[in-house]
């Protein structure tokens, strides 16, 4: 079994945002395999579906960025999911925007809800795809940054990012973790 978590803020308000970028992704990924997102558990939306012989989860935390580990630990324990099992799917500061990047492990780098996962789950190493947002240019605040949405001329780099991110995650589902970071890490 895998699971997949798109970090994000639940609401239409946050729809949008540079910061929901991993619920973009999740959204997308279902479209591609024509899977719904549709059950409410675990202070979360998700599906489980079957690819070949591997159960595949996707979950969108509905808790708010800053306690996705809230939502993610009760899944992992319900499902009894080892931490090897789980990607999450993130927005990144300072990757340029729609740049994808996998990594086994980290620390938070200023993202609070990579730190509330690290928190819940006890460790630094889990399998990770980042996906750029930029920093804020001029005197734009990070908050005001990753809480407002892509500028209209992003919109071809966060198209291609979230298409990079979703072949990623299909890969992963059918390849060892290693392997989709030699294969998408360029």
């Not at 059950?39 to 591997?54: D, V």
């Not at 620390?107 to 190493?125: A, F, M, P």
Request: hydrophobic share 35%.
């Amino acid at each position: 079994m895998k699971c997949i978590v798109g970090l994000g803020n639940p609401g239409k308000k946050y729809e949008d945002t540079r910061h929901n970028i991993g619920f973009m992704v999740l959204d997308e990924l279902a479209t591609y395999n024509n899977w719904k997102i549709n059950k409410s558990k675990f202070n979360g939306l998700y599906t489980m579906e079957k690819m070949e012989q591997t159960k595949i989860i996707l979950l969108k935390p509905q808790t708010y960025m800053n306690l996705s580990g809230d939502s993610i630990r009760p899944l992992m324990d319900f499902y009894k999911l080892e931490v090897s099992d789980i990607l999450v799917v993130y927005d990144d500061l300072d990757l340029p925007t729609g740049k994808i990047r996998l990594r086994q492990k980290g620390g938070h780098g200023g993202h609070n809800g990579i730190r509330s996962i690290i928190d819940h789950l006890g460790t630094k190493n889990f399998n990770r795809l980042r996906i750029g947002i930029d920093r804020p240019s001029g005197h734009a605040s990070v908050i005001d940054h990753v809480l407002g949405d892509f500028d209209k001329s992003q919109h071809l780099e966060v198209q291609e990012g979230i298409k990079h991110a979703v072949q990623a995650c299909n890969a992963w589902m059918h390849k060892p973790f290693q392997e989709v970071m030699n294969d998408f890490n360029q």
